[in-house]
């Protein structure tokens, strides 16, 4: 080799040389650009996250307050029925009677407080008779021979009960069913 050719050969290392800590740190701020997005990524996310668990947390919260009552409402609804029963059971002399005027009067007021406390917690009664089957509300118990179209309730044998928007007990029904 030529001094010449040598002279050419250290130039191009020492070019080289002074290059490359320039892409070493090029390639080191694209590097730490990209851990950067990376991160930024992984923090958005973990916000959405933090909020989806907050807002399920409040609805999780707001639905038990909501219906908290649920299962007490459901104990007590059999104490409503056999109010009710006691009452539509007691035959007219009696109710007449000056003696039972005041057990009769008072049996009425605890049927209208209780329907009351029924009202001012979102508990209401389902409609039934001469409503069309919803099985989602009703319970179909037996059916009936009967001029009304089918499927048509023509009888109800225990009265059901929604509490706010869900179902707290099916009415309990007898269905038409085509004549003949």
């Known amino acids: 080799m030529t001094e010449e050719t040598t002279q050419q050969g250290e130039d191009l290392r020492e070019q080289t040389a002074e290059a490359a800590p320039e892409v070493a740190a090029h390639d080191r701020v694209a590097e730490l650009e990209a851990q950067l997005a990376e991160a930024r990524q992984a923090t958005l996310y973990a916000q959405a996250e933090i909020q989806n668990v907050r807002r399920r947390a409040e609805k ?61 917690h979102g508990i209401t009664k389902i ?8 099985p989602n509300r009703h319970q179909a118990m037996l059916e009936v021979p009967s001029d009304e179209p089918a499927g048509t309730i023509v009888q109800e044998m225990q009265a059901g009960y929604m509490i706010k928007d869900r179902l707290l007990r099916p009415a309990l029904v007898g269905v038409a069913k085509a004549a003949g």
Do not use: H, W
Not at 68 to 83: H, K, P, Q
Not at 101 to 106: A, T, Y
Not at 127 to 134: F, R, S
């Open 60 to 120: 999780e919260a707001a639905d038990a307050r909501q219906y908290a009552a649920t299962s007490f409402a459901r104990d007590i609804l059999s104490v409503a029925d056999n109010l009710g029963r006691g009452l539509a059971a007691m035959p007219a002399e009696l109710r007449a009677d000056d003696k039972m005027k005041g057990l009769v009067g008072g049996l009425e007021a605890t049927g209208r407080e209780l329907d009351g406390v029924f009202a001012r």
């Open 127 to 134: 409609a039934a008779l001469g409503e069309t089957l919803d």
